[in-house]
Nanobody, 115 residues
Framework: QVQLVESGGGLVQPGGSLRLSCATS????????MAWYRQVPGKERELVAD???????TYATSVKGRFTISRDNPKNTLYLQMNNLKPEDTAVYYC?????????WGQGTQVTVSS
């Protein structure tokens, strides 16, 4: 059974930091391209960052320089370090795994940036 479980979301003030985690099971984690997406009500889910099995990363322009995606293959876990958070980063953040034409989603974790 495949499971992707996000954690680490919450309420933070502008300028603050959060670290999201995505613990996985049931997939060959090290072989998957892993990614973080986010979604706000009424909008499409958007790619925040992804990381290949070789460790190459890409970021959305809006988060470049503030967010860092990383993976720990022995722990089958994906991370997203988010610094200098802004109110516009408020969203539900989802973990995604992909290998060939098979993809899986986590249930999401809410991140709210507000004073």
């Amino acid at each position: 059974q495949v499971q992707l479980v996000e954690s680490g979301g919450g309420l933070v003030q502008p300028g603050g930091s959060l670290r999201l985690s995505c613990a996985t099971s049931g997939i060959s984690f090290s072989l998957n391209v892993m990614a973080w997406y986010r979604q706000v009500p009424g909008k499409e889910r958007e790619l925040v960052a992804d990381i290949t099995r070789g460790g190459e990363t890409t970021y959305a322009t809006s988060v470049k320089g503030r967010f860092t995606i990383s993976r720990d293959n022995p722990k089958n876990t994906l991370y997203l370090q988010m610094n200098n958070l802004k109110p516009e980063d408020t969203a539900v953040y989802y973990c995604h795994s992909k290998i060939l034409n098979r993809g899986y989603w986590g249930q999401g974790t809410q991140v709210t940036v507000s004073s």
